[in-house]
């Protein structure tokens, strides 16, 4: 495995410019939603990269409070016993701007391998002095593969909702002082 990621150091997420989002089929259409609180961490030392981050159940954004809180309940997500999702990763392998990344993924308290693609936004220094890299990933999970099982037939027999979720991070990090 070769990078030039990053330089070495901690990378902290700039929160107010990160997104993690997902998407899923539904009744015809897709359901989309973000996570509001997400944190996470990458970590360069030479040709070693891990990437560690989490995203709190509660802060689940969608256009409908009763939705979110169904996606909360042990239908979906099982909030109260699982109160964040995760990603672990131990290797970023890197060809010119295109990443892939062999992790793990925890929903609902099931652990499960995934691999993420995307594109690295190279380093920067901002405006005020600040070392600045970005990773654009992205995912397909089988849901029912964490537990997440609930669905609705429609009157056609067919299932309301995909099993396949897309999921997206748009992350950019700080190098730390």
Do not use: C
């Amino acid at each position: 495995m070769s990078t030039t990621l990053a330089p070495s150091g901690t990378w902290n997420l700039d929160t107010v410019h990160s997104s993690v989002g997902f998407e899923i089929d539904y009744m015809g259409g897709s359901f989309k939603g973000t996570f509001r609180d997400v944190t996470a961490e990458l970590a360069v030392d030479g040709d070693h990269v891990s990437l560690a981050g989490a995203a709190q159940v509660a802060s689940v954004d969608v256009k409908d409070e009763n939705l979110a809180a169904h996606l909360q309940s042990p239908d979906f997500f099982d909030a109260e016993r699982n109160p964040e999702l995760r990603f672990e990763a131990d290797g970023v392998d890197l060809d010119g701007e295109t990443v892939k990344v062999d992790g793990r993924v925890t929903i609902k308290g099931v652990t499960q391998p995934v691999v993420v693609t995307g594109t690295v936004v190279a380093p920067v220094t901002d405006a005020y002095g600040r070392d600045r890299v970005g990773l654009k990933l992205a995912t397909t999970v089988d849901r029912t593969a964490f537990g997440v099982n609930w669905n609705l037939a429609l009157p056609s027999g067919e299932p309301a909702l995909a099993d396949d979720v897309a999921i997206t991070a748009d992350l950019f990090f700080v190098k730390a002082a």
